[in-house]
């Protein structure tokens, strides 16, 4: 069955950085696309960003563009995602997930604060 682990979150200072990482397991993890999704505190949850399965990236929000990147590694089922200059607004539980997969995992919490 399919598994996905988030983790690498925490508190952090505005401006501050923090790579959140997702462990997948039970499914041939190379031939999907994967996405980052975030919820915060009284939102929906929105996509943050995409990788296909041939490794072509894509971030969602124009106020996450040129601050997060989306990466994978496919010998050891995981993809990342690298966040810099964090802002408050960045604050929110962040998911990984199948893009279309509507199972979720825990996800990991991200507040940024001073």
């Known amino acids: 069955q399919v598994q996905l682990v988030e983790s690498g979150g925490g508190l952090v200072q505005p401006g501050g950085s923090l790579r959140l990482s997702c462990a997948a397991s039970?499914?041939?993890?190379?031939?999907?696309?994967m996405t980052w999704y975030r919820q915060a505190p009284g939102k929906e949850r929105e996509v943050v960003a995409t990788i296909t399965s041939g490794g072509i990236t894509t971030t969602h929000p124009d106020s996450v563009k040129g601050r997060f990147t989306i990466s994978r590694d496919n010998a050891k089922n995981t993809v990342y995602l690298q966040m810099n200059s964090l802002k408050p607004e960045d604050t929110a539980v962040y998911y990984c997930?199948?893009?279309?997969?509507?199972?979720w995992g825990q996800g990991t919490q991200v507040t940024v604060s001073s």
């Open positions: 039970g499914f041939t993890f190379s031939r999907y696309a």
């Open positions: 997930n199948i893009p279309g997969r509507t199972t």
